[in-house]
């Protein structure tokens, strides 16, 4: 007989680890794959999928499942840091270029995850380590994001979110049509204190897959906004020109 104090599997835990390390062990498993080796049934399998998928922490491509971005957030709680299509060399070059703290994002379903950052200060660096989920219309990268999005599947998005506030939702569409065009997309954080500039890191396919977002003291960062978007930019398409294909969401 157990100890009360002594670990105990539960089927819920146990089918949901048992999923994720299939899929970090053989990433791109198909549905009946996982299910086949999991030896379950697909109806229950499927269930398990779907909310890992909500939450991030599995994704899809190509009909194969991989390890999301939900678990590289973590890391980046942690103070670790994984290499995929963008690298710790990447962020860390893109500080130095700028003065500014990097963080690399990628999207989850209605948020935006931070997985790797660079030169964080103290209030921002702990405020991204405690805070890894960020809606994406109250981000920089999130939006950026989002306006990248193909119009019906943006349309759907913001029908969906109108309860977050009116004034979050116009002042999104006011910007809308400036970060189409230039690629770069704004937020004031921190009561005003720090200011935030994004764009998106576009797969071989010209796919939007992540964000990266500068950010730093509002009375530094402002006035040198455009030379840092175009220093930004600069490194990003180098990025995107990559054709690794990583075991994970970037």
Do not use: C
Not at 7 to 35: C, K, M, S, W
Not at 186 to 212: C, E, P
Not at 218 to 223: L, Q, Y
Request: charged share 25%.
């Amino acid at each position: 007989m157990r100890g009360a104090g002594e670990p105990q599997h539960h089927r819920t835990v146990d089918r949901v680890t048992e999923i994720l390390e299939q899929v970090v062990y053989n990433p791109g498993l198909t549905f009946a794959q996982l299910a086949r080796a999991l030896n379950a049934p697909k109806s229950s399998v499927y269930g398990f999928i779907r909310g890992l998928l909500a939450k991030g922490w599995l994704y899809e491509e190509d009909r194969g499942f991989y390890l999301g971005p939900a678990v590289h957030g973590l890391t980046l709680a942690s103070g670790h840091i994984r290499a995929g299509m963008v690298s710790h060399a990447d962020v860390a070059a893109l500080h130095e270029a700028t003065g500014t703290a990097v963080f690399l994002g990628v999207p989850a379903g209605e948020y935006l995850i931070y997985i790797a950052e660079a030169g964080a200060d103290a209030i921002s660096g702990i405020e991204a380590q405690r805070n890894i989920r960020r809606t994406l219309l109250g981000t920089a990268g999130g939006k950026a994001l989002l306006a990248a999005r193909p119009d019906r599947e943006l349309e759907a998005f913001l029908r969906s979110h109108s309860a977050e506030g009116r004034e979050v939702l116009e002042s999104f569409l006011g910007e809308y049509q400036d970060i189409r065009r230039t690629g770069i997309a704004t937020n004031i954080r921190l009561n005003g204190t720090r200011f935030a500039i994004a764009t998106t890191v576009r797969d071989k396919s010209g796919k939007a897959v992540a964000s990266v977002t500068l950010l730093g003291p509002t009375e530094m960062v402002k006035p040198q906004m455009k030379a840092l978007s175009e220093t930004l930019r600069k490194h990003v398409n180098a990025w995107s020109e990559r054709s690794v294909r990583a075991r994970e969401a970037i």
